[in-house]
């Protein structure tokens, strides 16, 4: 027994192997004789329960393993082969060259953030934006919020809480990610009162719930689920109808919310911002980072005093957005405000990649695998991201047979950068649609690798 123990290395030879390992990117001593103790540690305990002790060498393959997951940055980019374009897992909508380029002045130096530059005097963070928004969606005012999540409780806390909100039973739903509308809604002090059935709400509904508690009528985007067949939701002109005869103001969560038309895609309609400002909502709110396709944000247009209510309330501070965050969205706003969304914003050059494209794509890359295990099929495409859920894009995708796919795509998602699948059957499929082209080069590398091992 204490000779098991004596062939554990002391904790300065383990450190001094480590430090040969990483030879060229040194890491910091403390991190390694960190990693060299718990390995030593753990071995330690394996002879006390009558274990054969492990050699040095083991020992330092673990400890090297460990400083190695620790010294390098967690959070990377991946290749992103599945096909759905905006992923909440892999960080939902890449960003453009425009957006990172702004993201980056303002956020390497110092920024007019809250300075007037005409005045010479403090100014608010929130005009940068909010002019752009108002002209792209027609509404009169707009601010911006970290999240669409926060861009509701401010509202809900600011115009409702203590009071009553009335909303669909077929739109009290849960988003994802334990976002559920019901929840929100209690949190923020508001009482929710439920109107129709699941499937069938009609205006009439609405009318009868209507008390002098109400404070808001809420309308919310099933982003993520369809129902169909015999199914009635009360459309939004014909809230603004009801709220405006008794003056409560209409709430519109359009989930992705997007500035331009899916339509012309081949995809369903996913009703844009400008339809729900014409169609009367006095607050809409939606996402920086689904269909917009720029960095997280929550952004509230709409009415200029309620949006001034919001803006006053003591929580907008809690959920107000960095400067990076707010160049992005300039830069991304931009590009719909010169016509260029579809060729400058990664998610909509996506949505409109033509399938003959993304075939040629797809034989290239197959060619340059040069493998009998690689081929070309054909593959559907999601948008994701709670926007037109069912709605698919014909696409093309990779094919990797293999006995194992399973083992296959755990090697590449452990690969650098990380490669992530979808399994279909005996196959490991990569829609190229939703590879970047610039990410082409290391997925062809790292996949080659995969297939010939
Ligand atoms: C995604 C979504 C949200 C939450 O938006 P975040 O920007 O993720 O906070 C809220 N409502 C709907 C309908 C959504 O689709």
């Not at 999240?147 to 806390?157: E, M």
């Not at 109107?195 to 508690?213: E, K, M």
Request: charged letters at 20%.
């Amino acid at each position: 027994m204490t000779s098991a123990y004596r062939k554990l290395p002391a904790v300065d030879t383990l450190v001094q192997l480590l430090e040969q390992r990483f030879q060229e990117d040194s890491m910091p001593r403390h991190l390694l004789v960190n990693a060299a103790r718990q390995s030593i540690d753990t071995a330690r305990k394996a002879v006390t329960r009558g274990e054969e002790a492990p050699s040095t060498e083991e020992l330092a393959d673990v400890a090297f393993n460990q400083a190695r997951v620790l010294g390098r940055p967690s959070l990377r980019p991946v290749i992103n082969g599945t096909g759905v374009i905006i992923q909440t897992n892999l960080g939902r909508a890449p960003l453009s060259h425009a957006a990172i380029q702004a993201m980056e002045a303002v956020g390497t130096g110092y920024s007019n953030l809250e300075y007037d530059l005409e005045m010479g005097a403090r100014g608010s963070r929130t005009t940068h934006v909010t002019a752009l928004l108002c002209h792209l969606t027609g509404a009169e005012a707009a601010l911006i919020v970290n999240n669409n999540a926060a861009a509701i409780y401010l509202t809900l806390i600011t115009l409702a809480a203590g009071r009553e909100v009335v909303v669909s039973r077929g739109q009290a739903v849960e988003i994802g990610g334990g976002f559920r509308i019901p929840d929100v809604l209690r949190q923020s002090g508001a009482t929710l009162v439920e109107v129709g059935t699941t499937n069938r709400t009609y205006v009439r509904d609405y009318a009868a719930a209507l008390s002098l508690q109400t404070a808001l009528l809420m309308r919310i985007h099933t982003s993520n689920f369809r129902l169909m067949g015999f199914v009635h939701e009360t459309p939004l002109h014909e809230l603004s109808i009801l709220g405006q005869a008794h003056a409560i103001p209409v709430l519109d969560d359009l989930g992705s919310g997007t500035l331009l038309s899916t339509q012309p895609y081949g995809l369903a309609p996913e009703p844009t911002v400008q339809e729900s400002v014409q169609a009367g909502a006095d607050l809409i709110t939606f996402s920086g980072d689904k269909l917009l396709g720029g960095p997280q944000a929550g952004l509230i247009v709409g009415q200029q005093t309620l949006i001034t209510q919001l803006r006053q309330h003591p929580l907008a501070r809690a959920v107000r957005v960095d400067k990076t965050t707010l160049a992005g969205l300039e830069a991304t706003l931009l590009a719909y405000l010169n016509n260029r969304a579809p060729d400058d914003i990664p998610v909509w050059r996506m949505i409109a990649a033509a399938p003959d494209q993304l075939q040629k794509r797809t034989e290239r890359l197959v060619a340059l695998l040069g493998s009998e295990h690689a081929t070309v099929v054909e593959s559907t495409s999601a948008i994701g991201g709670g926007s037109l859920p069912g709605e698919t894009l014909p696409s093309f995708a990779i094919a990797l047979t293999s006995q194992r796919p399973d083992k296959m795509a755990h090697r590449l998602r452990l690969s650098n950068p990380p490669v992530i699948g979808r399994i279909v059957e005996d196959r490991l499929l990569f829609d190229v649609r939703t590879i970047l082209n610039e990410q082409e080069e290391a997925f062809i590398e790292i996949v080659r690798q995969a297939v010939l091992a």
